[in-house]
Each structure stands twice: as C-alpha cells, then as structure tokens.
C-alpha cells in the first residue's frame, strides 16, 4: 500500500490534494529557510534546493509503518523586476508587496520534490506561472488583508481565495500558482517512480 505524505503546513497544498481525492498525511519540516535565502540568489534555484530540503528532513525523520511513502515537498515564492518576494511577516509587509504586484506581471516559481522512504533517489523540479494583477487603491489593498488570506502565502495572497478578483490573467499552470504543480507531480511519479497518480485518488 502507498502513502503520500506531504512535507508542508501549506493549506493551500493539502487544499488541492484534498480535492483531488488523494488521502495523505501531514509532516511539518524544520528546515532553516533563511539559511537558503543568503545561500542562493537565484529564485528557482532557490525554491528546488528548499524542497529537496523539505524532503530529504521528511524522509528522515518519519518511520514507515510496513507503508510504501511517497514524500512530496515544495517551496514557492514570487519574484518581481529580479526581486525574490517570500512570505510577509505582518500586515505592512503584506501590504508593501501587494503594491508592488499591482498592474504588473510577476512569476510565481514553485520548488517541488519527490522521494520514497525505501528509495534513495529524490527527483527535484520547479515550475513558472506568469500571474497579472489589475490595479487596486490602497484602501482596497487594507481591505483584502483585513481577511488575513495574505498570511502564510508567498506574495501575500491566495489564488483559491479573494485574491481571484485582482487576479486577471495566468499563463502556466494554475496548480503551481496555488503552490503544488500537479502536471509535475504526474511526470514525476509516473517516470520516476512507477505510479500511477490516478490510482491514488478515491
């Protein structure tokens, strides 16, 4: 029997596989992100080293209980004029980034990385979104952080949620703007590690 463990505290992430049908546990990784951050430079270099991290600290540190785990982790963050734009620690922070999205295209670079607890191998992508953003006022921008949706999300908004009124236009995967891109996930699982994807859904 095979189990998918997802190595993130992310609700966006559980969120989606929930809806997909894929039964998974929960592991919250400690892994020394601003360690990462002065380390590399390069947003997509960046975010597939902290999911093999995410990983690799998982796959250490869960027992299997005779299960066949899968352990899939990711990192994402945004990235705007070369400037690499994290998660925002208070509701200033939130603020300041949504306003330098705001009537601009950014990326969204999602880190995600596979392993199995019985296989030594952990296969390591990344995946681009190009999201747009209309124009919104200052008190527009203090009203959508009142619903503290910014809180956890890199960027400071969450495509499932209200964020979906200023958001116009996406080119790339959707899965990968809410933080898990599942056409990756599918490649990764079906060439690397022999499963079917849709064998896990219920």
């Known amino acids: ?8 505290k992310s609700p966006d992430r559980s969120g989606l596989l929930e809806r997909l049908g894929i039964p998974f546990d929960i592991f919250i990784t400690n892994v020394d992100e601003k360690k990462f951050k002065i380390e590399f430079s390069d947003a997509t270099e960046l975010v ?4 093999k991290a995410k990983a690799e600290f998982a796959k250490n540190n869960i027992s299997d209980n005779g299960l066949d785990k899968i352990i899939i982790a990711a990192d994402t963050v945004v990235e705007i004029d070369g400037e690499i734009i994290g998660k925002a620690l208070n509701e200033e922070e939130a603020f300041e980034i949504l306003k330098k999205l705001m009537s601009k295209t950014h990326k969204l670079i999602t880190g995600i990385a596979v392993t199995q607890l019985k ?3 952990v296969i390591i992508d990344s995946d681009t979104t190009y999201v ?28 499932n949620d209200k964020a979906s ?9 959707s899965s990968n703007v809410i933080g898990l891109p599942m056409h990756k996930l599918f490649e990764i699982l079906k060439k690397e590690f022999k499963i079917n994807l849709f064998q896990l859904m219920s």
Not at 1 to 8: D, E, F, G, R, T
Not at 138 to 147: G, M, P, S
Not at 165 to 172: L, P, S
Request: overall charge neutral; proline content about 2%; glycine content about 6%.
């Open 1 to 8: 029997m095979k189990k998918i463990v997802l190595a993130s």
């Open 48 to 51: 597939k080293e902290l999911a």
């Open 132 to 159: 747009d953003f209309l124009e919104l006022s200052d008190d527009e921008i203090i009203q959508y952080i009142k619903n503290e949706e910014w809180k956890g999300r890199a960027g400071a908004y969450s495509i």
């Open 119 to 121: 296989n030594p191998k």
């Open 165 to 173: 009124v200023f958001i116009y236009k996406i080119n790339g995967s």
